[in-house]
């Protein structure tokens, strides 16, 4: 029996604020369709800050709040599809950055906004057998370079920014986690480096409601695992992709709507970043409290999904 336990969290975002307003200057829109849609009032778009920016502030204030130093770092991953460069990875940058031990595990990985949950899960099987007892997980994303600003349907939703966690593990604790995907290459993708500017594409309709099924369903199997009921449950923190899906959520578990925690309003859609800066916030607020049962749930490009029910 093992489980990861959170022991730090921390989130940056660029600090330039794009609110709907802006955006109905630049495609036909407005704050009242786009509000009322998703949930989003504003976003943060990079100007001048890098994803690696953004990860290194989120990660520093993590590793503050965890009370740890670098030095005790064993793993570092990143979860992120929108890499400031292909070559070297975000992770293997923050090495320097951050001053990690030179034999620590550093490498990204691409699970879309599942990204911090299958870092969490990686990292947490990584040190089972590491010298050192932490890990650093990360979602990070400066979205805003893949988004075609003529294309209403994504440059809405989306926005920028970076959330962290010092993990350990806990060989006392349990926890239920779940991961899966389709092969879906049509619903959202990215075409990747190349000539042309490579945006976010999305056929928004089938990933709505591929989301409101799936989330649904990972949690009534989490719960199924776990041997309790959501009212057990004291938070719940999905992917914050749109208002909309958690509603829908919360209708068909007939859950207490103040159970799933909702930040999109000023944040937007940041991908692999959303969870952990809602962690982030949480814990910062005092709203997350040792022993607390936090389940976790992640959707996106794939179509990939994970959950995690876990004690905080
Ligand atoms: O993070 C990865 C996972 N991603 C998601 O979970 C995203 C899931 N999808 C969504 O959130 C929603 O599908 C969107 C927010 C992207 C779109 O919302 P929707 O309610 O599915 O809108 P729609 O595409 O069905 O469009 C409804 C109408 C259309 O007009 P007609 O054809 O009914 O006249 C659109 O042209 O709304 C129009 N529309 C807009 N109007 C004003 C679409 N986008 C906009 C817009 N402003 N930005």
């Not at 990861?4 to 407005?30: A, Y």
């Not at 990143?78 to 070559?87: F, I, K, Q």
């Amino acid at each position: 029996m093992s489980a990861p336990r959170f022991l730090g969290t921390g989130r940056c975002v660029p600090d330039r604020v794009v609110t709907n307003d802006e955006l109905s200057e630049i495609v036909e829109t407005s704050d009242e369709w786009i509000y009322s849609r998703t949930g989003v009032h504003s976003r943060h778009f990079a100007t001048h800050e890098s994803g690696l920016d953004l990860a290194e502030g989120a990660a520093r204030q993590a590793i503050e709040r965890a009370g740890i130093s670098p030095e005790d770092i064993a793993v570092c991953l990143v979860g992120t599809c929108s890499p400031d460069r292909a070559s070297p990875s975000t992770a293997c940058r923050l090495q320097l950055r951050l001053g990690l031990p030179e034999d620590t595990i550093c490498y990204d990985l691409n699970a879309a906004c599942a990204g911090f949950l299958y870092g969490v899960r990686t990292a947490h099987a990584l040190l089972a057998d590491t010298s050192r007892p932490y890990a650093l997980v990360i979602g990070v994303e400066v979205l805003s370079r893949m988004l075609d600003m003529q294309d209403r349907n994504t440059c809405i939703i989306f926005g920028d920014g970076a959330g962290a966690a010092v993990i350990r593990r806990d060989e006392e604790a349990s926890w239920k986690c779940e991961f899966g995907t389709r092969g879906n290459e049509t619903a959202i993708w990215v075409q990747g480096p190349g000539p042309e500017p490579s945006f976010i594409h999305m056929d928004g309709k089938p990933v709505f409601r591929f989301a409101i099924d799936v989330v649904e369903k990972c949690i009534r199997r989490l719960l199924a695992a776990e041997g309790c009921t959501l009212d057990e449950v004291d938070l719940v923190v999905c992917h914050q992709a749109n208002a909309r899906i958690i509603d829908h959520v919360v209708k068909k578990l007939r859950a207490r709507p103040e159970q799933f925690f909702k930040n999109m309003e000023t944040y937007g859609n940041t991908s692999a970043a959303s969870i952990p800066i809602a962690l982030a916030e949480l814990d910062a607020s005092g709203a997350l409290k040792p022993g607390m049962r936090v389940l976790c749930v992640g959707f996106g490009s794939g179509l990939t999904w994970a959950g995690m029910l876990f004690r905080w």
